[in-house]
């Protein structure tokens, strides 16, 4: 249980962070999360994927590795998850709502 919190401690955390930048120039900042909803089911903007906690390659992905870690999942050595936040709440018409993470972006610089 406390894993399961943590980890939405920090879900929560990078969300506090997020800025709404993709339509003033994609300044967002890496690994953050946002929510996307529409009448199609929705998708993510480009520089970001679905949250369905996927495994990504972490030589692909050095930077959003440096953030995440292994929190969600992964081995560490060549893998590690993103959020899975697959079961986003229905709008008030039916369509779904989707989370994002922004996989291509600025890197939060630590106070």
Do not use: W
Request: aromatic content about 12%; charged content about 10%; proline content about 6%.
């Amino acid at each position: 249980m406390k894993f399961v919190y943590s980890a939405l401690a920090s879900v929560a955390l990078i969300v506090g962070t997020t800025q709404t930048s993709f339509a003033h120039g994609g300044n967002d900042y890496l690994g953050s999360v946002f929510l996307v909803g529409g009448s199609g089911g929705g998708f993510c903007p480009r520089g970001s994927i679905p949250a369905y906690g996927t495994l990504l390659p972490i030589s692909e992905h050095q930077a959003l590795y440096a953030i995440y870690g292994t929190e969600f999942g992964g081995n560490g050595s060549t893998h590690f998850a993103i959020p899975d936040l697959s079961d986003a709440p229905m709008t008030k018409n039916g369509s779904e709502m989707l989370y994002c993470v922004v996989t291509n972006g600025v890197f939060p610089i630590r106070p």
